[in-house]
């Protein structure tokens, strides 16, 4: 980890443990760059990312301030790695339904930059929570760059082991919402009655050298899930 | 506008315009330099921007490169300026359903940070887009922030005259998602049959200095929307 990121990491904690309420004022640069012993360039980039991140917000002329939001159990719809916020994998319980290797098909094949003719991972799974059904999840995986999988780590979280496994590192993803009603097969593993209201994200991950390398359809229980964008 | 946003305005508009497909490689940060007669810390500012914005994407040791989505009409739900991206308030269409001064209830004063004894604007609009009914909004504006809005105002974009009019600074926004069936009055303003699917987003936007001066509860129709996120 990084020296910024080290201490972006602990000004987090701090107003984690300590509960500081929206709008409370941060020390100065000039005070975080003495209390943290490293440069100001440093704390620059810390406050940056903290920024980014909306757990902080520079106001000109006065300081910095904490940001954070008052609902719980919302899922945070922007961070790249799959679920997160105040749901975590440690949350979310997977099961597999499906794990195959297929042939792309032309909307996978549209949304992973691939021919027809290039194989894909398939995985489909029921994602829960405390025994809730949140979401039913088909993924595809390009294989020229998640070049393994298996069933073992389909049950726990894939991102973290696309990360430290294979090293892909993510670089972007493009998510595209709208809401359904189910009908077939996703009510049935939602265990919701057909014409269920249903959001259906969309996800594409890009690499950082920006190749698309998962296409995801998920399907959302609506009464399990709710969820939370930062602007 | 400042250098850095001009000359990110005149990249933005040349991939459009140019049509330039997502991963297309973009001219070196000294090339752009050179070609718009600024200094390199311009240009660096203005591929930040261009950035944050999820029209490039930098490739480490590489260069910089075009992104782009691919899919049309999606309403974008990042930018803080009310409908953004494909749709622009040139589409929209409102239709004011209510437009009155109330005392805060318990739920506004709790999102806008004021007490009960506090005085909201309270507009009820139906916002369509070439003749289909996009959503329904309920909004609430603290007066203290907000001091004037009249039924005029509610007729055009009330962002715009927010900035340019009363000169307040949206600095950063809360927004809350979830999926409901759709009841009574709802029902009735989107046009759809009782307990059809709808996407409610709540979003709370602040001024610049932290403080919350619009909380609005955003009923969308679920066979007229559909929502992008650059992530």
Redesign the interface.
Known sequence: MLKYQEVAQHIENEIQTKNLS??TKLPSVNELVAKYKVSKNTILQTLKVLE?R?II?P??G?GI?V?R???KG?IT????QGFSGDLTYIDVVPKVICFKVVKATEEVA?NLQCTLDDDVYFVKRVLSIRDQILCLEESYYKMSVVTFLSEAILEESIFQYLEKGLNIKT???????????TKGDISKYLELPKD????LVEEIY?T???EPFDFAKIY?H?EH???????
Not at 175 to 181: M, N, P
Not at 196 to 199: C, N, V
């Open positions: 929206q709008g980014s909306s917000y106001v000109q006065n301030f940001r939001r008052k609902r919302y719809l922007l961070e790249n549209n670089g972007f993803s493009d998510k595209y919402l709208s809401v359904l009603k269920s209201p249903m959001l890009y950082n050298t920006g959302y609506y899930s709710q969820f939370f964008l930062n602007g």
